[in-house]
DNA sequence: ACATTAATTGTGT
DNA sequence: ACACAATTAATGT
């Protein structure tokens, strides 16, 4: 089946962002079946129903993850992924076959290896660093997942909305956030009027700056 | 440059 | 959450 020679230019990249998975013929075999796809700012990449047939290992720029009710045209912001992350959803998607469950759209311009999902089910047996890197992304999404619950359980909007801005800053890697309030209050599905609020306390406390479509983190 | 309009943000209840 | 006021950016003349 490994007709192709590894793409050098893959190799690299998977050595310099994803440390993690050390085994060189793992590397290699990743460089020889992936494919370096780029997406553009606000690019859809994964929409609900859709059959994943690819897994993704970020190379750079973020990936916005989200949740979103078709019905009440509502939506709920999940996580980023960033370089050297890779998406645990599509693991499960594609092992147990089945749809989408979320949406995913580029946050930023971003680069990533996409690998066809026959070979993530094979290397699980073959390749012991492959294994860990998957169950280490699960476990860093699941302790994730945990904190956001217990931040709308506890009604934490402050600490969720602080959280988001600086997930959000590091994503784009900038200091200055350009969004409105409506759009944050979007994704933490919560009024705009309270996240406008909370901003504004914020930027009482020197946390931030504010601006007209912008955010600027201190 | 100025006026008009639309979009975003602030506030009181 | 709602209604409305105030502010700022975008657009046309």
Same mark, same amino acid.
């Given at each position: ?6 793409d ?6 998977v050595q ?13 075999e990743?460089?020889?079946v ?9 690019e ?9 047939k ?6 750079n ?6 949740r979103e009710d078709?019905e009440?045209d ?5 996580y ?12 499960s ?6 749809v989408?469950d979320i949406?995913?759209?580029?946050e ?7 690998i066809? +999902?026959k070979?993530v089910d =094979?290397? %699980?047996m *073959?390749?012991?660093?492959w294994?860990?890197?998957?169950? @280490?992304?699960?476990d860093h999404?699941?302790q994730e997942?945990?904190?956001t ?5 506890f ?16 994503a784009?890697?900038s200091k ?8 944050i ?8 009027e309270g996240i406008?609020? +909370?901003?504004k306390?914020? =930027?009482? %406390?020197? *946390?931030?700056?504010?601006g007209?479509?912008?955010i600027? @983190?201190?």
């Amino acid at each position: 089946m490994i007709t192709e020679k590894p793409d050098p230019q893959i190799l690299q990249l998977v050595q310099k962002h994803f440390p993690d998975i050390v085994e060189l013929k793992l590397q290699n075999e990743i460089a020889t079946v992936g494919h370096l796809l780029h997406f553009k700012a606000g690019e859809r990449i994964m929409d609900y129903g859709s059959y994943i047939k690819l897994v993704p290992l970020v190379i750079n720029g973020s990936i916005k993850v989200v949740r979103e009710d078709e019905e009440r045209d509502k939506e709920l912001f999940l996580y980023f992924l960033n370089a050297g992350d890779t998406c645990s959803m599509s693991f499960s998607c594609c092992m147990m076959d089945k749809v989408s469950d979320i949406r995913t759209t580029a946050e930023d311009d971003t680069t990533l290896i996409g690998i066809p +999902i026959k070979y993530v089910d =094979e290397w %699980m047996m *073959k390749y012991q660093s492959w294994k860990s890197f998957v169950m @280490l992304s699960y476990d860093h999404r699941l302790q994730e997942l945990i904190q956001t619950i217990d931040h709308i359980v506890f009604h934490k909007l402050d600490d969720r909305l602080l959280d988001y801005l600086q997930k959000k800053s590091t994503a784009i890697s900038s200091k200055v956030i350009h969004t409105t309030h409506q759009d944050i209050a979007y994704d933490l599905n919560a009024s705009r009027e309270g996240i406008s609020r +909370i901003l504004k306390q914020f =930027e009482k %406390m020197n *946390k931030i700056k504010l601006g007209r479509n912008k955010i600027e @983190l201190m």
